[in-house]
Each structure stands twice: as C-alpha cells, then as structure tokens.
C-alpha cells in the first residue's frame, strides 16, 4: 500500500508533565470508548493515538492527575 | 490464530444501558447461571450513557400517569404501528424499575413531599423525570455487576451470534480489539444490547464520529441478529434528531422545555406546539428549515438567570458533558442569542424512533435462545428506562429458557466462514482502508438513503453499496484497531442495505419525515396499517414481509389518533 501522512490536529491533549502512564497509570486508556488513546513506548505518556473521538470526556473526568483536554475537533468548531 | 473458547450459559452483548441490566437481573434469578457480560468498550464508560443521563423521557409514575394512558401516547406518536403488549410490558415494568433504581442510588429530582418531579413534554401526558446527577449512572450500574458477580470481557468486538441444528442460539463469535485473538464462546442464550446503528448517516460535519449517538454503536447487534436469521421491524422508520446545529447533542426540549426553552424559527416565533421527537415533529422541523423562516433554533435568550443557571448546570456536566466548551468556542451565550439548530444524520434506533431487531412483550426475538434490549431492539419510543425495563425482561426470561435448554453444537462451517472473515482484513496487504470504506458507504447514505425518500434514488443507492460490497475483499487493517473499524464497516454496510430495502418495501409515507417517501406521499392505512419485517431468505438475500399490528389492548379514539397530526402551531388570523 501507498502512504500518505496526513498531520492534523487531534483533539485529546495530554499535558505530559501532569501524566504519571510511566508509573502504571492507565485510566485514560481503559475509559475511552472508541479506544482511541494509547500510552506511547518511547516517551511512556499517554497519546491520542486515532483521530476517531466522540468528545464524551471520560478520559479529562477521569484522569487522576488532570493531564487531559478534550477540544471540541476543528470540523465542528 | 489463537482462538480463545469459552463456554457460558447466557452472555449478554454490550454492556452499555439494558445489557448490564440483563445481566443482574439473570444472576438475580439464578445465581449459579454462568453469565458473561461482553463489551468491545469497557463496561464502566460504554454505551449511549456513557456520561450518564439528563433525564428519564418516560416514566410512568402513579398519580401521574398510567401505563394505559402511555400506551395510548406512544400508539398515536408513533401512528399507530406498535404492538401495544410490548409497549405495555414496558409501562408496567417502568415505575418498579425507577424505585429500584431509587434503591440502588440514582438520584431522581423530587419535590418538596418526596414525590417525583415529572413534567410534561409529550403532546398529551406527562412523562419527563429529571435526574440533575445522572452522571454517576454508569458508576451504580458497574456496583450492581459486581454484587451480583457477573463476569465481564471488555474490549472484545462481537461480530456473530452462531446457531445449532434448529436455529437456536449455540455461540458467539469475536476478537481482541488489542490483539486480534479470536474469541469463541458457546452459550445457551443471548442478548443482544449494542444500541443504535448510529453511524450509518454521515454527520454535516464530516467528522466520521460527531455523530448523536455513541459510535462504538454502529449497529453491529442488527447486523449480527439479521445473520442468526432474526426478523427485524420497521426499519424504512429511520431515527433523525433535532440537534444543535455541528454538536451532536440533543438540543433537549426535554430538559429546557419544562423550564421554559422552545424550539423557535430565526424571527424567534413558536412553529410546533409540543418538541417531543416524533416523526411528525421532525417532518415541521424540517419544513421550518427549508423555508423562508428558517433555519430553527432553541430558544432561551428570554428566561431568568437563574433559570439559565439551571439549564447550563445540567447540559453541562451530564450525557453531553462538552456542550458548554462548544458553544463557548462560538461565543453562544444562551442568554443573549438563539442557539441555530439542525437535523442529525439517520440512524436506527428504537429509544426515540421504532426500529429494530423484532422482539415481543418476553424481549425473544424469531431466533430461539437470543433476545434483544434498548435502543437495538423493536420497542418504539423506548429510551433509558425502556432499556433497563426490557434488560430486565431478556435477562429473566433468558434465565428460565437456560434452565430447560441444553446446550447444542454450533455448525462448524459458519464458525470457520467467520474465522476467516475477521482475519482477512489483517492478511491483506495494501487496498482499501477500513476509513476509506466507511466514509465512502455513509457519504453515499446521506447521498440516497436521507428523506425525503426517492425510489430511483435508493435504487441508485443500492447499486453503490453494491460495489462496495466488491470492495471489501481488498479492504486491509494494519493492526487489531483498524480491523475493529474493518469489521464496523461491514456492519454499516449491512445496515444501509437494510434501511434502502425496508424503505422501498413500505409505498406509503408515514412516522414523518421519518419515511417521507415523494414517490407514495400519503399515508395508506387500508394496504400499509402493518409491521414491515426484514429477514435473510433461503438464499442469503435480505427479503421484506408484512405482519400485522397486533390487536390493540387499549382502544385509541379517532380524536386522539390524530393528535401527533396537529404539531403545527396555527396561524390566528389578524383582529379585524
């Protein structure tokens, strides 16, 4: 297959001085319904991993530490 | 591959609302039934309430209403195609289950006496009872599964239900959104509660997930039901909402209307008496937008403070928790201007429309051992509390068919078709996208399939589903993520097939602009006052039947069935 990296802009933001995934925290992760975040290898944080959010807010009202923000996605703006 | 097998005595599909439900209620009645409650989320914050709930749209609460006044009020909104005892069994059902709620912590807005709050939305009842703190719903729901030990698989997409020698339930089939593992399970019984095919239209946005309903429900219980060979109603009665113009929440007469809110055209004037969500409501509303006077819009900029206090603290922290955040982007402060509404994309959904996998007034569908609850189901005009009321149903009447049924061997044939069906998006390299596939097929459903409704232009529709039917040999998935949306897109594609047949079987117009066919304008009681069944013929094509309306067991008089008719708000003439 051909590929065509598209950048945009996602809309979970996670604050990675707030994130505490490195020490096993996967709350953001579990909660989501679309299954869209994801804790990323390199820098142990948590990440929108797929552009695929219903904006529903579990992950913000979840996280114990306050790390996430969940902006409207730019199309509905 | 690995396959994980299991084996239970019911499991529940989708653990959103009435699943968990069926599942109590299954222990409850007996508690040595192995019962697997099965999610493709997590249980905790899945479904349609995933954030919780505003509001119950139809409690049926003594010395408010009866169960007999209900269902004459869902007979008439709903133009008179229901089965009345399943309605019934609902109404019953409705007020035991908001005092066991009550029990178990749900906070419901009493008055000053301990009576319930109910206020008045529908057109002639009043059915409407708040819940300021519904968003701790889903939290009182996962206590109840752990008290009453049911077992719970999350993250596993369920994407068959496979049957025995005589057409009964013998298992079900899935994989590992995380790790493609397959997963079969045999089982006595089912339930089916995934919820609403909500990703069948595109919304106006274009972001394939702005859609009203949660999209993990995208109508993969239908798809699967109509597979095991399950009869499914009335789904040319598409559901569409009025919404908030580019948000996907509902602009909820049900919560501001009580308090003074009303849907309005853009000179700020009344057009509909009554904002209940029927099919007649939604043919003026959209009437309202095509014409000089629109487009529609809520309107609050002419209440107190305090009252807008209220309404914001309620929108805003339950069901649709981001409203506040979208219309603070916009600048839309509710008390200075009118909030610009619009329709949702189709779907279907029988918690505010009437179609679905047909059940009776037991929650048993036409398959033998699989029942069916919430907003995926038949029920008309259900909502939360019709899917907890309907969990109950299936989950108790599932316990007792357990008790008398062994179990049976599936057909090993359709268990291998489907092996290969899941994994052949992870084996194929390059083609298509599952993201490719599933825009294109809702693209091309809001292209043909949104009313008003055209023979010619469904028929179009079908021939490019068609192809796209083609298409999904090449479609490819790059990892367990992609080949849940791989296999959504199938359902997707199933269920705009199905909404393109159903539509052009019924040749009258009726439910508003819920079937607004141009070609067949009026309603035609003396050939179309019957049910429309959809189900999957001998050779594997999806064929249309009809099935009359059960005797009604509360008489309707000609007054009130016409009462849904008369929404329009009328034009007084000038003082001479």
């Known amino acids: 297959m051909n590929f065509a990296a598209t950048l945009t802009q996602v809309p979970v933001r996670v604050d990675e001085g707030k994130c505490i995934a490195e020490k096993g925290c996967t709350v953001c992760v579990d909660v989501c319904p679309l299954d869209v975040l994801a804790i990323d290898l390199i820098s142990r944080k948590a990440h929108m991993k797929f552009d695929e959010c219903w904006y529903c807010l579990p992950c913000e009202q979840d996280c114990p530490t306050g790390a996430i923000t969940v902006d409207i996605p730019y199309l509905l703006r | 591959m690995k396959t994980i097998e299991m084996e239970f005595d019911l499991v529940v599909i989708g653990g959103g609302t009435g699943g968990p439900m069926a599942a109590v209620k299954a222990k409850e009645r007996n508690p040595k039934l192995r ?60 007020f035991d289950m908001i005092q066991e709620l009550d029990r178990w912590g749900v906070k419901f807005e009493k008055d000053e006496t301990g009576d319930y709050s109910v206020r008045k939305v ?110 499914l109603a009335n789904l040319e009665c598409f559901q569409i909402n009025p919404l908030i113009k580019d948000y996907n929440g509902p602009a909820c007469a049900y919560v501001t209307g009580p308090l003074g809110g009303y849907t309005a055209n853009s000179k700020g004037e009344r057009f509909i008496e009554c904002d209940y969500w029927s099919g007649a409501m939604m043919q003026e509303f959209h009437n309202e937008l095509l014409s000089g006077n629109g487009p529609v819009f809520l309107k609050l900029d002419h209440l107190a403070e ?24 916009r600048g839309n402060d509710y008390r200075k201007k009118m909030v610009e509404m619009h329709i949702s994309e189709i779907g279907f959904c029988s918690g505010h429309s009437a179609s679905g996998i047909h059940i009776n007034a037991r929650g048993e569908t036409s398959v033998k051992g699989l029942y069916a609850a919430g907003d995926c189901a038949s ?147 003396a050939n179309w006052f019957c049910h429309s069944l959809l189900s ?9 039947r009809k099935k009359a309306v059960e005797p009604y067991i509360v008489p309707v008089d000609d007054e009130e069935r016409i009462a849904y008719q008369r929404l329009r708000v009328a034009t007084t003439a000038q003082a001479a």
């Not at chain 2, 595109?202 to 039901?225: I, W």
């Not at chain 2, 206090?309 to 506040?324: A, K």
């Open chain 2, 35 to 94: 019962v697997l409650l099965i999610d493709k989320a997590h249980v905790k914050r899945s479904g349609a309430i995933s954030m919780g709930m505003d509001g119950l749209n139809n409690a049926v609460i003594p010395g408010h209403a009866t169960p007999e006044q209900y269902v004459k009020e869902i007979t008439v909104a709903n133009d008179g195609i229901v089965d009345q005892e399943a309605v019934m069994a609902y109404a019953a059902g409705s």
């Open chain 2, 122 to 231: 529908h057109h002639l009842g009043a059915y409407v009872l708040p819940m300021p703190e519904g968003h701790h719903m889903k939290r009182i729901l996962y206590r109840q599964l752990k008290r009453a030990r049911v077992e719970i698989t999350n993250r596993v997409v369920v994407t068959r239900v496979l049957t025995g020698p005589n057409g009964e339930v013998a298992a079900v089939m899935g994989f590992d959104c995380r790790t493609a593992e397959l997963y079969l399970i045999r089982t006595k019984a089912a339930v089916i509660s995934t919820g609403a095919a909500g990703r069948l239209g595109l919304p106006a946005s274009g972001y394939l997930m702005g859609t009203y309903e949660n999209p993990t429900n995208c109508g993969d219980g239908h798809a699967m039901a109509y597979h095991a060979g399950a009869d």
């Open chain 2, 306 to 329: 305090e009252t807008i206090q209220e309404i914001e603290t309620i929108l805003h922290s339950n069901e649709r928790p981001s409203r506040g955040r979208f219309h603070e982007g």
């Open chain 2, 379 to 525: 029920v008309p005009h259900n909502y939360m509390l019709g899917a907890f009321v309907y969990g109950k149903l299936c989950g108790e009447n599932a316990a007792e068919y357990c008790a008398t049924t062994s179990q049976t061997q599936h057909d090993a044939g359709t268990q291998a078709a489907e092996a290969a069906r899941i994994q052949a998006p992870l084996q194929h390299q390059g083609g298509l996208t599952p993201y490719q596939i599933e825009y294109k097929t809702r693209r091309l459903v809001n292209d043909y399939l949104q009313p008003p409704k055209i023979t010619s232009k469904f028929l179009i529709g079908l021939s490019r589903f068609a192809e796209i039917r083609e298409d999904l040999s090449s479609m490819s998935a790059a990892d367990p993520h992609e080949l849940m949306r791989a296999m959504e897109a199938q359902s997707i594609l199933d269920c705009a097939e199905m909404a393109a047949h159903a539509s052009l079987f019924r040749t009258e117009s009726r439910w508003g602009l819920y079937h607004h066919y141009v070609d067949h304008p009026e309603r035609d009681d």
């Open chain 2, 536 to 544: 999957r013929d001998a050779n594997g094509q999806m064929a249309m």
